[in-house]
């Protein structure tokens, strides 16, 4: 297979499948790691106790048995892991690939929470996962190792959804994660966040999750025609999330109109986190991982 950078969107487009995407992006995460600020399971010490015989000698410490001539051994408390939990929108306007982009926006949520999802388990921290669409949510329970993150590729490429219905409650997806994950943790919202309204009613939830200690991070993936609107002619614009709703018209026409409205909503979302005090970032599905991941991980 030809050599290409493993974060390179237009590498990973030749690679079919999202096990092939992932074994190129940690390859390339193992390359150049670094260790990030957070940490896994870690044990800290609380104190020393006399060591008798029947325990184990490995945890004798020999510097205090050179001091005083007694055998000692130390204890440590265990640390709990940190919960850390994808939010991702499956919804049918991810599905967007424009001519310039080598992967659709779903694609890149995958390709990004894969990645992500590595360096937890990698942590030793517990990953779970919560996929949405179209007012239905299916869970991936949290768990540890490297097993468990091969089992939420299986379910990034196939969430079981099951139903079909109208359109996304962005509200009732939050209350579905506080129900689901009660305890606290690390989470990663990624999604376009397209729908105004919704989200403007989401920001009263996104503050109590944050008040009982939730750390939340939001990632939206934009495709570069939704950033630039490069269309210059006559053009019909279909909805994915509803086919029946289509409409034709010059796009030189609205272009300046449409790059203002996309602005100011990414600047609803951007004030509205900051007032949270939660980190928002903006990755375009053409932006290599790579640059993405750096990002996020200065919080990470």
Not at 158 to 187: C, R, W
Request: proline share 5%; aromatic share 12%; with cysteine.
């Amino acid at each position: 297979m030809d050599s290409f950078s493993p974060f390179d969107p237009k590498g990973l487009a030749r690679l079919k499948t999202l096990k092939l995407r992932a074994k190129r992006l940690v390859s390339g995460m193992l390359l150049g790691e670094h260790p990030g600020r957070r940490q896994g399971v870690s044990a800290e010490f609380i104190d020393h106790r006399p060591w008798e015989s029947g325990n184990d000698p490995q945890k004798i410490d020999w510097r205090v048995y050179a001091r005083t001539g007694k055998f000692f051994q130390r204890r440590y408390q265990e640390q709990a892991t940190a919960g850390v939990t994808f939010l991702l929108d499956y919804s049918a306007s991810m599905d967007y690939r424009g001519k310039n982009a080598p992967l659709s926006k779903k694609e890149y949520l995958e390709s990004l929470a894969a990645a992500m999802g590595y360096l937890v388990t990698r942590q030793q921290d517990s990953l779970g996962m919560m996929a949405y669409r179209a007012c239905e949510t299916v869970v991936f329970r949290a768990g540890t190792g490297e097993k468990h993150w091969w089992d939420s590729l299986a379910f990034l490429e196939n969430p079981p959804f099951s139903k079909k219905t109208s359109h996304d409650v962005t509200s009732d997806i939050l209350a579905t994660y506080a129900e689901q994950f009660p305890k606290h943790g690390m989470v990663f919202w990624i999604g376009d966040f397209f729908d105004r309204e919704d989200f403007a009613q989401t920001l009263p939830l996104l503050k109590r999750l944050c008040a009982r200690g939730d750390e939340i991070t939001l990632l939206q993936i934009a495709d570069p025609d939704e950033i630039e609107f490069p269309f210059d002619s006559l053009n019909r614009f279909v909805s994915l999330e509803n086919p029946q709703e289509n409409v034709t018209l010059s796009a030189a026409n609205v272009r300046q109109a449409y790059l203002e409205a996309w602005e100011n909503w990414c600047g609803e979302i951007r004030n509205g986190c900051r007032k949270l005090n939660i980190p928002h970032f903006l990755c375009s599905t053409q932006e290599s991982l790579e640059v993405c991941l750096r990002k996020v991980l200065v919080s990470f």
